[in-house]
């Protein structure tokens, strides 16, 4: 572990039931909560492998499983295929802004009809106004929304973390009666151009789990950096054969 963390305290959990794989449990390991947690200690910690939630950095750590890959876009490698130059050609009339917005009803209208529309038989359903603030904020964190505008209608909010060399793409919810426009697609395009207009190196994208239909659809990014046996491989599509077994 980077020695700039090595002195930090970090709790397991005990056995839960697996959110992404049927019939599998699941241990996550947080950084102790107590820790005055900063953008230095964040920024070291995603180097390996960790995630926000909320007020929380934490890492899948489970017995016998490491489907959970770390994952992300060295966005200088990027180049848009066919199927994303579409969804950018569908959505050239869609405006789309950097803001500091959080205590926003129109943000958290737009999150609470996603959830119900989306997400019913999950644990966030159904939601509350503190609900969304501590499951996507921090107040160490520098988050930014990347928000997306049709005729002047909030139509999605990407939930950014802004750190020194990348960003980190926390969670990003749309309205799901524009289901044609494929705005999580589109969200994902914008924050790699943000990447790149800042100059920045890397785009965070959380877990590729290749067994499960809600976190496969990463490796469509590739070529993506993978991490696995505490470093950081580059795998270009088609090559995710060389992973090691789970």
């Given at each position: 572990?980077?020695?700039?963390?090595?002195?930090k305290q970090?709790?397991l959990?005990p056995?839960?039931?697996?959110?992404y794989?049927e019939k599998?449990?699941a241990?996550?390991?947080f950084?102790d909560?107590?820790?005055?947690?900063?953008?230095?200690?964040?920024?070291?910690?995603?180097?390996l492998?960790?995630?926000?939630s909320?007020?929380?950095?934490?890492?899948?750590?489970?017995?016998?499983?490491s489907?959970c890959?770390?994952?992300?876009?060295?966005?200088?490698?990027?180049?848009?295929?066919r199927r994303?130059?579409?969804?950018v050609k569908?959505?050239l009339?869609?405006h789309?802004?950097?803001e500091?917005?959080?205590?926003d009803?129109?943000?958290?209208?737009?999150y609470?009809k996603?959830?119900?529309?989306?997400?019913q038989d999950?644990?966030?359903?159904p939601?509350?106004?503190e609900?969304?603030?501590?499951?996507?904020?921090a107040?160490?964190?520098?988050?930014?929304?990347i928000?997306?505008?049709?005729?002047?209608?909030?139509?999605a909010?990407?939930?950014?973390?802004?750190?020194s060399?990348?960003?980190?793409?926390?969670?990003?919810?749309?309205?799901?009666?524009?289901?044609?426009r494929s705005?999580?697609?589109?969200s994902?395009?914008k924050?790699?151009d943000?990447?790149?207009s800042l100059?920045l190196?890397y785009?965070y994208?959380?877990?590729?789990?290749?067994?499960?239909?809600?976190m496969?659809?990463?490796?469509?990014?590739?070529?993506?950096?993978?991490?696995?046996?505490?470093s950081?491989?580059l795998?270009?599509?088609?090559?995710?054969h060389?992973l090691?077994?789970?």
């Open positions: 572990m980077n020695e700039k963390v090595i002195d970090f709790f959990t056995a839960h039931p697996c959110s794989l599998r449990s241990n996550t390991l950084l909560p107590h820790d005055v947690h900063s953008p230095d200690t964040y920024e070291n910690l995603t180097t492998g960790f995630r926000r909320g007020e929380h950095l934490y890492r899948p750590h489970c017995t016998g499983c489907a890959i770390p994952a992300r876009i060295p966005v200088a490698a990027f180049s848009a295929n994303f130059q579409r969804v569908k959505n009339d869609v789309t802004r950097v500091n917005r959080r205590d009803f129109e943000i958290y209208n737009l609470e996603y959830i119900a529309l989306r997400h999950g644990d966030m359903y939601t509350n106004i609900q969304f603030r501590s499951f996507l904020f107040n160490w964190s520098e988050t930014k929304l928000t997306s505008y049709l005729e002047g209608r909030l139509i909010v990407a939930v950014t973390d802004f750190q060399n990348a960003l980190s793409a926390i969670y990003t919810f749309f309205d799901p009666e524009l289901q044609t705005l999580g697609v589109h994902i395009l924050q790699i943000y990447c790149k100059k190196q785009l994208l959380g877990y590729w789990i290749r067994d499960s239909a809600k496969d659809y990463k490796i469509d990014y590739a070529p993506l950096e993978l991490y696995q046996q505490s950081w491989k795998y270009r599509k088609g090559e995710t060389l090691s077994p789970r």
